[in-house]
């Protein structure tokens, strides 16, 4: 997470939602936070959000679908309490907006200063996300204000590691990059809907639209300009086709655990293998 793009004024107001992660939106966002690059070219607003891509990969679990069949009973019922029936519509906007799905994503209500007296309950403890201060009411306030500063200074550190800690029900689990979500969805789209197609075939099928690259020159030859002279391509074919095979093999098995661990309430999580 990256507090530093956070807008800090929304962020502590009282009562007002805030999103570590740009919420999806429709029409202008209205924050002071850098938006977030968009997954696609030309991509709708409301898919610019780490939390559309939640939705998406979890439609995508199997065992998921198979509970929401079957009316949230099963091994994901408890899941199920706080996501729902995501396959009850096609349309995001229902899901987000109904049953306050988006609350599941948002940081709980800022903090606010309490006056601790004789009649509090207060039971002194060490936490990393609060200091606790004794202010001697005999001093003049410019005083204190200049003290507080003097100690927030020193702790300046761990302030700023309790702002890196979202506190939401379900926390993104990694920074997002949302062109990479979209990609590993597309691919794996593809291939489930073309489960005869071979990898490198799924790779020429969907490249255009999910942003993907892989060069197509070996020692700077295409396989085009080989058949044009006349000339042996098939070695440079078949290396061509094994870069593409292993683009393809790579965002399956990124796609593949992001939906496992989508059904685990984490998301984008995954192990480096």
């Known amino acids: 997470m990256d507090a530093s793009t956070a807008d800090d004024t929304n962020r502590y107001k009282v009562g007002k939602r805030f999103f570590v992660y740009a919420p999806p939106l429709k029409g202008v966002r ?11 070219k030309g991509a709708p607003s409301w ?3 780490v939390y ?4 998406e990969y979890l439609r995508r679990h199997d065992g998921y679908r198979q509970c929401c069949a079957n009316g949230g ?3 994901y019922a408890t899941l199920y309490a706080d996501f729902g029936n995501v396959h009850a519509h096609d349309d995001f906007w229902q899901w987000w907006s109904k049953e306050a799905h988006s609350e599941l994503f948002c940081e709980p209500t800022a903090r606010q200063i309490r006056v601790l007296d004789e009649n509090s309950v207060f039971e002194p403890t060490v936490s990393k996300d609060t200091l606790t201060l004794e202010l001697p009411l005999e001093v003049r306030s410019a005083y204190l204000i200049a003290r507080i500063r003097t100690v927030l200074k020193q702790y300046e550190a761990r302030a700023k590691a309790a702002k890196r800690i979202s506190r939401a029900r379900y926390p993104v689990a990694a920074k997002p990059v949302l062109a990479s979500l979209h990609q590993h969805l597309v691919v794996w789209d593809a291939h489930q809907a073309n489960p005869k197609l071979k990898l490198y075939e799924i790779y020429d099928l969907v490249h255009k639209v999910a942003g993907l690259y892989v060069s197509e020159r070996v020692y700077g030859e295409t396989v085009a300009e080989l058949k044009k002279l006349d000339l042996p391509y098939r070695d440079v074919l078949r290396t061509i086709r094994q870069r593409k095979s292993n683009l393809v093999r790579r965002h399956l098995r990124i796609a593949e655990q992001y939906i496992e661990n989508v059904a685990k309430g984490n998301f984008p999580y995954r192990m480096n293998r």
Do not use: D, Q
């Open 73 to 75: 009973v099963g091994e």
């Open 52 to 55: 559309y891509y939640w939705w």
């Open 47 to 49: 898919k610019c959000s």
């Open 30 to 40: 209205p924050s002071k936070r850098k938006p977030p690059n968009p997954p696609y």
